[in-house]
């Protein structure tokens, strides 16, 4: 007997010892799943307000740019607000991108280097660090007068490198002035001094005119705007192929939690010469 009591002995302590083993890898695999389980559930609240988001205020952007511009008197290119959705607060920020100076129309006109340039004058709007790596579509050839230009950049990906940052409010910013989409012409009643100033670089003459109309009559129709302009018939051409009086395309960036460092979506909707409405997202 003291035999066999001696060996069980060893046996039920090596039991306990492996029960124990099992057991504290079991807790902590529970526990592993118990985070893994809210950080899912976290990630689902965050993707529910975001597409809630795009879904229920994108397509209002035009009417809050225009409500804003009642309310204050003046022309708005962009306005920004925030909501909360599930306890999780969402940074929202509209804007026309047609206030915008057009990456693609700029590149026609200009060339690569100049979008470069534009590209490192807008990485630096704040205190950013986003490294300009400008890579236009291959292929096309420039167009006719007549001919609609194809468009060689179809996100800030093509312009920016944004490996390079670790929050997305790096880009935000640098995409106050420049835009992708809506067609390549600047709606003259909410562009910007930074777009006027790049698209007429030699005529600080004629983006003065244009600013002084923006404050006296910014509801004026593009006809009678360029009447008080006061051009050439030749030069009223080449600004009817620059403006127009009216947006087609909005945009909504929805930084999540309200802080700059959080994930990021841009939504743009924009409205084609064929009357189809398409809307481009992007994640960051």
């Known amino acids: 007997m003291k035999r066999r009591h001696g060996t069980i002995l060893p046996l039920t302590l090596a039991l306990l010892a492996l029960t124990a083993t099992v057991l504290a890898g079991i807790c902590r695999q529970n526990m592993r799943d118990v985070l893994r389980v809210g950080q899912d559930a976290d990630e689902l609240q965050r993707r529910w307000g975001i597409l809630s988001c795009q879904s229920t205020l994108l397509p209002r952007a035009s009417a809050l740019l225009a409500q804003s511009e009642k309310l204050s008197g003046h022309p708005a290119a962009a306005v920004q607000s925030d909501v909360t959705l599930g306890g999780r607060r969402f940074l929202l920020l509209f804007a026309d ?26 990485a630096r709007i704040g205190t950013s660090d986003l490294a300009v790596r400008v890579r236009p579509m291959t292929g096309g050839r420039r167009p006719k007068p007549d001919d609609p230009a194809p468009p060689v950049f179809g996100s800030f990906g093509q312009i920016f490198d944004e490996s390079a940052t670790r929050s997305s409010q790096p880009l935000v910013e640098a995409t106050r002035q420049i835009t992708c989409w809506g067609g390549g012409k600047l709606n003259w009643r909410r562009t910007s001094l930074a777009s006027l100033q790049a698209i007429l670089p030699d005529d600080r003459q004629t983006v003065d ?26 030069k009223r051409r080449s600004m009817e192929e620059l403006f127009t009086d009216s947006s087609t395309c909005q945009s909504l960036w929805i930084v999540c939690g309200g802080d700059p460092g959080a994930p990021a979506r841009l939504a ?11 809307v481009y997202c992007f994640s960051w």
């Open 209 to 234: 005119r244009i600013l002084s109309q923006q404050r006296s009559d910014p509801q004026a129709p593009l006809a009678q705007f360029l009447g008080a302009l006061q051009l050439t018939p030749e």
């Open 268 to 278: 743009v909707r924009e409205i084609g010469d064929d009357g189809r409405t398409r």
């Open 97 to 122: 991108e047609q206030a915008k100076l057009n990456l693609n129309a700029a590149y026609w006109r200009h060339g690569r280097s100049r979008i470069e340039q534009l590209a490192r004058t807008a």
